[in-house]
């Protein structure tokens, strides 16, 4: 079938994976009809043939069978969902390699290199003869480059010794190659391209804000019908693959302390960002001699608020009310910039009522908002990289 498949000869690989071939395998039956469909370029059909081999799976399922629909998953762009069978496949397999190298590939693709990392070392604990165990750690490990492509200091020799395993037990070259930087380049380019309509926002004029709306409809727009269009292709809608990613982040944070204090530091620092956005753009304007009207004043520190309310509202959403409370709640990170948050919102609202305020005296609260925010982000970045060091000290 692998023949077939590699020849392009789909047809014949489908005759030998009939209906009553699988019925008679079950769940493994299913997975490889399903793993022909997605080399066939048919992901909603493949889909659903994963879909059908984990629901007639049973709980003393084989870890191959979930080793398989994890492959097929990735294979399909579905990294959360493979996440979730790979963690079912290692239950299932506790002392088995594959489920490790699985773990290994969805991390990564996930972008969670310490967790690849640690899976893939797992997996070369335990089959260090396993051309595949050596290939997912050198992998991992090349993922974790920094900003100029180098493999961090401490990670090169177990990179060049892992690599020359691999290379030693009949591994590709190229499988030791890493696709790197595709979603974190479309990140940048999409931030950078929003802060300068935002930047024409704080800085134009009249039409230069209706320029900027207009692009940022349009932007938004685009990524909604990218969006659809991603669901009709796979089967799959956004909704369902959004409580799919949901249900994973919150099983995960079961098992891992680390993960929901990290998740609290990024919460507070989003926090004062509306803010910023709202109030913040127009204490910057009234310090360089623009001030808005009142009402619009009134109606931008509204939508600050709410969006705030909005990111509290959406923790235990996301989360689970369990998780939620202990978020909110650590080391007071959240109480401390909501108050700031508060206080900045207020006190641009306050000036603007008092009106005729000159414009030194919108500088403290413009600085104060671009300071906080800034200041805040920098705080944050450092107490999440101390989080994050823990906690792979912990893996």
Known sequence: MHSLVGQGRFAEAHALISDA???????AGYLLRAWVLAQEQRPAEARDAVDWALAIASPA??????????????????AHAALTVALRATGADPDGWEPSVLLSDVYRRLGRI??????????????????????????????????????????????????????????????LVVPRGGAVLGGVGLAVFLGVQLYRIETGGTWE??????????????IGVLAAMGSRRSGVSARTRLRGVRATTRTEMVGDEWLWRIAAVHVA?????????????????AWRGAPWPLWSVALL?????AAVCAVLLSVP????????????????????????????????????????????????????????????????SVFSARLHVLRRRAL
């Open 61 to 78: 399922e084989a870890g191959d069978v979930f080793v398989l629909a994890g492959v097929v998953l990735l294979s399909l762009d579905e």
């Open 317 to 380: 959403w996301w989360y689970g009310e369990m998780f939620a409370r202990r978020i909110l709640r650590y080391a007071g990170l959240v109480r401390l910039q909501l108050t700031a948050t508060g206080l900045l919102i207020g006190g641009t609202l306050a000036l603007a009522v008092r009106g005729r305020t000159s414009t030194e005296a919108w500088a403290p609260v413009a600085l104060g908002h671009l300071c906080w925010t800034v200041g805040g982000w920098l705080a944050a």
């Open 114 to 175: 310490p967790d690849a990392i640690a899976a893939a070392r797992r997996a070369v604990a335990l089959a260090p003869r396993e051309a595949e165990a050596q290939i997912a750690l050198a992998r991992s490990l090349s993922a974790g480059r920094g900003v100029f492509g180098r493999i961090p200091r401490r990670n090169r020799a177990e990179h060049r010794a892992a690599a020359e395993r691999a290379l030693t037990l009949g591994a590709a070259p190229g499988q």
């Open 269 to 285: 620092t989003v926090l004062p960002l509306p803010a910023l956005l709202t109030t913040g753009l127009v204490a910057d304007r």
């Open 301 to 305: 520190s509204v939508a600050g608020l």
């Open 209 to 222: 804000l209706v320029a900027a709306g207009i692009v940022f409809g349009v932007t938004f727009g685009l």
């Open 21 to 27: 071939f699988v019925e008679r395998n079950g769940s």
